[in-house]
Structures are given as structure tokens and as C-alpha cells.
């Protein structure tokens, strides 16, 4: 379902094109998605936006896959979720979902095919990612500056650094997924511009090459936990390399 936007929509369609395999598929408008939505022949791809019940308004938006069909009188919520992933703030993106948009559909499409096989929700198929990080004791892991919450200073740079883990300007990781580097997992994070108590803040780790999700973890936004990787994070990832 495209979204209107003139610019993100050409993106959009490209990419469809270079990554979409699991089923034949076209491209529809919102005006067709209205039309189409009680047909439960049809699942539509959408970018939809997700909202706290403490947030005012949405933070967040999500790629998601629905059946059509079932509850889509009451629109995309009541509609049968077959898997999402968030996909970048609502406010001001930085433009990094366009870098990630490839390795996010092949990551939904993945998603799915778990969900089909193995009976299991998209939040449980998108957790089990994490089990991942035991094999991943040889590869890189390039975590952008601009991923990392307050906590994490230039002292547990140093620490986390020893094992494997670089930190750099989120330009240089965005340039690894783009040129699909070698052995190498990169960040992602999406978390509403102006978080609030009670936001959640979601963290991703991607293989450059094959667009495999090796990380998804996230947390309510707190004063205790800004939003962006945490400590914790850090010490979940290097436990499970050692």
C-alpha cells in the first residue's frame, strides 16, 4: 500500500521490486486499500503508525503485514496482524529507514514465513532474533553514535570495544549497509522523536550482507532508560559472544 508520499513511495516501489520473493504481489493506493481491505484474499504490506497509551499522539510507525478480511470495517487495527517491525519515527525521521528499508522487508518476509511455519506471533519471531548473537562471536558489530542512550560514555566505549563492537558516526554505519559489508551486523533504532514516560525505544541488529536480524530487544522509555541502547544491551550482546 503506498503511503502518498510522492518520494518515499518511488524508494518504496524499487525496493519491492529488488527484495519482495515470498509471494506475487502489486502496488495499491490508500483510495484501493479501502476497496480491497474486506477481500481476505488479499494481505497488504503498510506503514502504520503505533501509539502508547501515555503518548498524546503516535511516536512510532511500523511495517506491517494484514489480512484482509476479518475486523476491516474498524480499519488496520482490528484487522489480523501477520507481522510488523518498526520502521522509523513519525516525527522527523532522520532518513536512515530508507538505508534500512531493504534488510527490513527481507526481515518481515522472514518474519512471516516463521510465523506460518513454526505458529508463533510476530513479537515472539521477532525476539527469537536474539538467540542469534551466540554465532556471531567472529563478526563485526558497528553501533552508531547516535543509537546509544545516555548511559553509554566513552568509558564503556573503550570496555565494550575490546570485543569486537566499533562505535562510529551513524553516516559510516548506514555506508556499511548500503555497500552490504562483509560479516558485519549494524544498529538500528527507532524510538519517537520526543519520547515520553511510558514510550518504548526498539533496538536492532542486522547482518550488511544478508539482511538476517540478529538483535531485537526494546524497552519503556524511562528515566532510568532514555531511549537508545542501554547498558544492558551491551552486556546481553557480549554474553552471548563469549
Known sequence: VLTGNTMFDGVYQKVARETWTVSPYEFCTQSDFEK?????????????TGQFRKESEPGIEMLGLFKGGMGSAEGVNEMLEVATIPFRAVADPEGREYVMLPALLKVIQQLTLDCMEKDINSFTGLSNSTNKL???????????????????NNNYKLIYGRNGIEFMDVEDVDDLMDEGAANTL??????????????YCYKMLINCEDHTLYMYRRHRIGKKSPKGLLVEDFKKIESARQ
Open 36 to 48: 480491497l481491505k474486506s477481500d481476505p484474499d488479499y494481505y497488504f504490506l503498510m506503514i502504520v
Open 186 to 199: 549494524v544498529s538500528y533504532t527507532v524510538a519517537p522523536l520526543d519520547a515520553v514516560v511510558g514510550s
Open 134 to 152: 551466540s554465532s556471531t562471536k567472529q563478526m563485526r558489530i558497528a553501533i552508531a553514535n547516535e543509537d546509544c542512550s545516555d548511559e553509554i
